[in-house]
């Protein structure tokens, strides 16, 4: 393991591909980026990116807990109602794009602007 100089500190490692092009994260890098169950995977400036999967990047934390405030919940229920309530929301903007996804290519209907939010008042 080495690091690239003149740059921040890097960790950088050789490691080899399986034939099933399978490869195993070292557990320094594993570790220091904090993975869990789940990594998503993208290509970017000609690399591919590995990072861990958040489950929620915080924003809608704020309004979650109100929501769950205003229904009454403290204390240990509102941590775990909060908890379940954000783990759905990856789940469902998955779904909101594969619908948009669908709708952009013909697939299924769509919604106009109007029809989600009526006439725009003048």
Request: glycine share 6%.
């Amino acid at each position: 393991m080495s690091q690239v100089k003149g740059e921040n500190p890097m960790l950088k490692k050789r490691i080899s591909v399986s034939q099933k092009r399978q490869i195993t994260i070292p557990i320094e890098f594993y570790n220091s980026v904090g993975i869990d169950k789940e990594v998503e995977c993208y290509v970017q400036d000609n690399a591919i990116v590995i990072r861990p999967v958040r489950e929620s990047g915080g924003e809608f934390d704020e309004h979650i807990l109100a929501d769950l405030i205003a229904q009454g919940l403290s204390g240990q229920e509102l941590l775990d109602k909060f908890k379940e309530t954000r783990r759905q929301i990856r789940p469902a903007v998955e779904r909101l794009l594969d619908e948009a996804s669908l709708a952009a290519k013909g697939k299924i209907s769509s919604k106009t602007y109007e029809d989600v939010f009526g006439p725009e008042a003048e």
